[in-house]
């Protein structure tokens, strides 16, 4: 299953960004989707993440409030509502998807990851 970033870009401190991640390929489900960001010279850390079942969602404290999932399951894509950004939200944003795909082995695991998509915040 490949995942495709869109939306990042550069953006003033109480702006806002939405990001996309498109799922596609053989025929798979979902369970759930999750963003995480890496700040520069700082680890990969867990931001958002959702469940396709119920739809339930959770946050990092450092972004709750601000940031908003969303899902379109026609489409297996998610959505990140990003405001009121900060200038340490700057960071690489990375989709996240764990599921099911259908092989000829039968349904098989699997657990994809975007290239990333650049968010840059200035003060």
């Known amino acids: 299953v490949q995942l495709v970033e869109s939306g990042g870009g550069l953006v003033q401190a109480g702006g806002s960004l939405r990001l996309s991640c498109a799922a596609s390929?053989?025929?798979?489900?979902?369970?759930?989707m999750r963003w995480y960001r890496q700040p520069p010279g700082k680890q990969r850390e867990l931001v958002a993440a959702i469940t396709y079942g119920g739809g339930s969602t959770n946050y990092a404290d450092s972004v709750k409030g601000r940031f908003t999932l969303s899902r379109d399951n026609a489409k297996n894509t998610m959505y990140l509502q990003m405001n009121s950004l900060k200038p340490e939200d700057t960071a690489v944003y990375y989709c996240?998807?764990?599921?099911?795909?259908?092989?000829?082995?039968?349904?098989?695991?699997?657990?994809?990851w975007g290239q990333g998509t650049q968010v840059t915040v200035s003060s």
């Open positions: 390929g053989s025929t798979f489900s979902i369970n759930a």
């Open positions: 996240n998807a764990d599921g099911k795909i259908l092989t000829m082995w039968g349904p098989t695991d699997f657990r994809s």
